[in-house]
C-alpha cells in the first residue's frame, strides 16, 4: 500500500471538485472492498476522498413514482431490515442479507455494492497476469483454476465474475441509478450500468471518472407478493455465489403477467434475459415452464475447464427459485431452499 | 470449597477463558517496548529459479526504513543442516531463509524490510526491485506419481513409523475373496489457518541475550533452533508463548518469522517484532495432497481377509515429510493377507508439516468409505461389518491394545444417534426434497507419550505452584494441568497456579500428536507426587508429630491437611510443616514414558462418528444435520474441554469433507486462495445438531492417569462418516475431498 491523501468532502460538488483535483484518486464509503485492494497493492490511489459525511443521501425514501429512492450512503444492513424494503421489495432485503456478512453489511453502502470488484483469484494475485488489474497483461483465469468464474458474456480478454447480491435483486427490479458528474446530473438504467468485459475489462461499469452515485431508484412494482432469492455456493454463509436467482413474479389468476429473473454468479453483471422473461408471460408458474425460460436463459453459455457444471446449476436453480417464489413464506431468514 | 470429589473428571470451564473473550490475554504480536521495529516479509512471486538482482536503494532511502536483510546483506550463521533442525523436522535438509539466491517454492521469504512501523516496512517492501531468473517447476501430485519413491527413514519415524511389512499373500486372498470393495481417493492441500497471525516479538536484552514472544506450540523447541542458529547459550535465549491462538500443527516448527526476528533484533540490537500477514501464511507447511487406493476382500460372512492400502503423498523438494497414512487398518481390522505401501513425490512446494490427525484423518477416509462400500457388497450393516471385524488386539504389529472400548462407541453411539431408524437402502430415506442419509465411520489415533519435567513448589503461604514449559495452544492445558496438580496435592483449584509457556520453565516437547496430557501431565502428577512425599517426610520429621509411624499410603492430603486415614484426628497442616521449614518446599522431576512396558502394548484412543446429512435432490447442496461421536480415550480429565476438542475436530471433520481446500494453479505453481474469505472453513449457518459420548474407559497401562488425549481423535472419522452418509442419502460415493455440491447434480 503507498501512501495517500485522505481529504473529507462536505457535499457532492466539493467530491467531484476533489477528485479531478488529484489524478488517481477515488471516492470511499464503506471501504469494504476498497480498503482491502488499497492493502493487498491492486488499487493505487494517490487521495481518497471520503464522502460519508455527505449529507442528503442517508436516508430512504418515497420517489415521485410511486416508487422508493434509495440513497447512495444508506448502508447495506439499513437497507435490508428497512420497514419499506421488507414490505415492498423483499426479494431486495433477502439478497442483501445473502451476501458478506453482518459485520461487512453494518459498513458497505448501496452506492459501494454497486461497485465492488470481482472476487476472481487471479485480479487479487497481483503477481499473475490479469487484464482487468493490469490492461494487457493477459487472463490467468482463462486456462486457470475457473471453477468461480463466468460462463455468459465473457471475453478472450476476462471471465470475472461480478459479485453483488444485492445488486442481481436491483436488476430484476428494474433500479435506475442517479449520479451526479462534473457535467451535471444524469440516471442510468440497472441493465445499462455494469459492462461486459469485451476487451475492456478494466472498466467494470459505465461511471466516468469524476461521476458520483447519489441514490438509486426502486420503480414501483416490488414483487412482494411472489418474490424469491436464491443463492448457491461453497458454504451457507460469507461465501460468493457460484449462481444465485432473483425471481419475481405477477401473477394473474393461474398465469404469470410479468416474470422478472436475474442471475448471479455467471457474468461480468447482473445476467437477465428478456426473450426468457417474455416466454413465461400468460403462461402458468409450473417446473416445465420455467425449465423453458432457464433453457433460454443459459443458451450461448460458453464453459471452461472447471465450470462446465455452472450450465445445469443455473437451470436447477432457475426452476427451484421459479416454484419458491409462488411460496415467499417458505423463506425464512438463512434457511435452505425448500420445496 | 473444597468437595470430598477429586478434580480430575469434573468439567470445570477454562481458567483462562475471561482473558480471551475480553481481549485481555496478549500474544506474541502483542508486546510492545519503546523502540519496536517492525519487519516486514517479502516473498519470491515465482516457484522455482534463482533471484539475478534484488535492489534494495529505493527502500533502504525512505526515512523510517531501518534494514533491508536479503541473502546479501544477511549475517553469517550456523552451517550445518542439523543445527537449522527442530523437534518436528523430517529426513532432510530444513529450509534456511535468506540463505542463497536460490528460490525453491512459491511464497519463499526472500528478504526482510526492518522500519519505524509496520506500515511503512510494508510500503518499503514494495518498493524493492526483485529480478528472477525462472527455472521450470512441478507442483501437481497427480501428474507426477510416476516420481513416487520410498520416504527415506529418519528420528521423525520413530513418532510415524513406515507401514508395517506385508503379510500372508495379498493378491491371492483378494482375487478369491468372496465380495470385494476398492477406491481411489484424493485429498488436496490444506492450511492450517489459525486465528492468530504468525508472529514473533524479540526483544534485545544485551550482551547476546533475548527475550522472544514466539507464535509456537513449543518454547523449547523455538529456544533450540534460534540458539543453534545463532550460537547463542540456550540460557541466553527465553522464548515465551503465554497465549496461543490456534496452532493445529502449525506451530510444531520455528517458522520463518522466528528467524526473521531475531536475525534483525541481533544485528540492529533493537526489538524487533515481524507478524505475517493472512496470505503470508500459506507460505509455510500445509498437509499435503495425497492419493490413496484400496483394496478390500471380504468371504461370504464378512471377516475381511485382504487388505491393501497405498498412499502417494506430496513432499518438498528438500525433506521427507511423511505421516502415518495406511497403518491404520490392520490395527482395526485383523486380516491375514496385507499388503500397506506409501510413497513420496518431491514436488517444488514447502515441506509438509503435521496438521490436526495428520495422515489419520486422509487415510481414515480410503479405509472407512472403503468398509462402507464392502458393507453394501455384503448386504451387511455397516456396524455389523466392523463388529464382525473387531480387533481385539492389534494384529498389524501382533500386540495387544492396553485398553479398547470402542465396540462400546459402535453401541452407545448407535442407540444415541438412533442409528436403527436407517433403511439401509440408497436413496431410500427423504424429508421433501431433501434426501436423507445416515453414515458413520470408525477413528483411530495412536496415544503416545514423550518424556517431560516439571516443577512443583509449595510456597510460605500453602499454595502450590507447578510448571512446564509446555505452551497451551487453546486446548485447556492450563486448565488441566491445574486440576492434576491440584488433586495430587488436595488442594482446592483456587490455592493452585500453573505457569507455562516460557522455555526457562522445566522441559516439555513440543505440544502436538495428542500427547500433551499423558507427557506434561505425568510430569505434573510425578512432580506432585514427589513433592507430597517430601511434605509427608517432613510432617514425619516435626517433634512429636501425630503421624509417627504412619506410612504415605495410609494418609490423606486434603485441604492444606495431611490426614490419617485409620484416625482422621491425626493430621498435620502444611501450615505446620512451613513454619518449620522457613521457606519454599520444591521439587522437580521428570517423568518418562515406560518404555519397557509400553512397548508391549499398541495404545490408542478410538471413535465412533455417526452423521446424517441432508441433500437438496436437485441442487446438490449437503448439510450435516446432525452429528453424534463416541469416543474412548482412557480418563477423561475434563469433560468440558475435552468435549470442546472432540466438537473441534468434528467441525473441522465438515470441513475437510465438505468445505476446506487450497486451491493450486499448476501452471503457476501457487495458492490462489490464501485469504479466510476465499478459504472455505465452516460457518456458523454450516453447523447443526452436534453431540458427543466419551464410554468410559479403563487404562491402567498407559500411564499413571489412564488418558489417552483427545486433540486429533474427534476428527478422524467425521470425513468419512459424511461421506458414507452421502452415499446413503444419493447412492453417490464421491472419493475426492471436499466433496463440492455440485458434483452431486
New interface residues.
Partial sequence: ???FNYTKAQNVEEAISLIRATEGSQFVAGGTNLIDLLKY?ITQVDALVDVNHIAGYHTIEENQENGLRLGALVTNADTAYHPLIEERYPVLSKAILAGASAQIRNMATNGGNLLQRT?C??F??V??PCNKREPGSGC?AI???NRIMAIMGTSESCIAVFPSDMCVALAALDAVVHISGPEGERSLAFADFHRLPGDTPYLDNNLEYGEIITSIDLPAKGFSTNYSYLK?R??????FA?VSVATGLELEGDLIKVARIALGGLAHKPWRVKEAEDFLRDKTPTVENFAVAADIILQGAKVYQYNS?KV??AK??I??NGIMALHPESQLP?A???? | MMSDQPLIGQPISRLEGHLKVTGTAKYAGEYNVPGLLYGYVINSTITKGKISSINTKIAKALPGVIEVFTHENRPSLAWFDMQYSDMDAPPGSPFRPLHTADIKYNGQPIALVVAETFELARYAASCVEIKYTEEPFSTDLKENIDKARAPQPGLATFLKPLPPKPKGDFEKAYNDSFAKASGEFYHGTEHHNPLELFSTTTIYEGQGKLTIYDKTQGTINSQLYVGNIFGLHFKDVRVIAPYVGGGFGSGLRPQYQLFLSVMAALELKRPVRVTLERNQMYTFGHRPPTIQNTRFGADANGKITALNHSAIAETSQFEDYTEVVVNWSNMLYPAENTLMEYKLVPLDVYSPLDMRAPGGSTGSHAIESTMDELAYKLNIDPIELRLINYAETDTSVGRPYSSKELRQCFIQGAEKFGWSNRNPEPRSMRRGNKLVGYGMATGIWESMQLPARAEAILTKEGKLLVSSAVTDIGTGTLTVMTQIAADELGLPLADVTFSYGDSKMPFAPIQGGSFTVSTVGSAIKAAGKALRKKLFKKAKDIKNSPLKGTDLEDVVFKNGDIISKNNPALRVSFQDILALNKGAIKTTNTSLPKAFKLKKYSRAAHSAAFVEVEVDEQLGVVTVTRSLTAVAAGNIINPKTARSQILGGMVWGISKALREETITDYKLGKYMNQNLAEYHIPVHADLHDMDVIFVEEKDEIINELGSKGVGEIGIVGMPPAIANAIFHATGKRINQFPIHFDSLL
Avoid: C, V, W
Fill in positions: 500500500m503507498n501512501n497493492n472476487r483469484y487471479y487479487y494475485d503477481h499473475t490467468s486456462k486457470g483454476y448457491l461453497d458454504r451457507s454463509s460469507y461465501a457460484l457444471f445445469e446449476l436447477r436453480a426452476i427451484r438463512g435452505q431452499p425448500s420445496a
